[in-house]
Nanobody, 115 residues
Framework: QVQLVESGGGLVQVGGSLRLSCAASGGTIRNYGMGWYRQAPGKEREFVARITWSGSTAYYADSVKGRFTISRDNAKNTVYLQMNSLKPDDTAIYYC????????WSQGTQVTVSS
């Protein structure tokens, strides 16, 4: 069973940057489209970005388009999310999963943007 571990979150000021990582173990994710999702306090989990298995194409939620970049390194079994120009509304727990979200959700990584 593939397990995912997110890292790289933290406290950052408005306009700052963070780079999240999602490392897979127990199996390979190289054949899967992968995505990042987030859940803010009191809100439903929402889609943030996804990337095809080859890394050739990425898709973004309108709220992060132009600020976030998803990428992957299949040799390292890892997916990344570069987040720039962070806003208070980006405060959430960030999770990664396949684009079908068919791997059990892990703990995620907390991102807090302070104003």
């Amino acid at each position: 069973q593939v397990q995912l571990v997110e890292s790289g979150g933290g406290l950052v000021q408005v306009g700052g940057s963070l780079r999240l990582s999602c490392a897979a173990s127990g199996g390979t994710i190289r054949n899967y489209g992968m995505g990042w999702y987030r859940q803010a306090p009191g809100k439903e989990r929402e889609f943030v970005a996804r990337i095809t298995w080859s890394g050739s194409t990425a898709y973004y939620a309108d709220s992060v388009k132009g600020r976030f970049t998803i990428s992957r390194d299949n040799a390292k079994n890892t997916v990344y999310l570069q987040m720039n120009s962070l806003k208070p509304d980006d405060t959430a727990i960030y999770y990664c999963n396949t684009e079908r979200t068919d791997i059990p959700w892990s703990q995620g990584t907390q991102v807090t943007v302070s104003s």
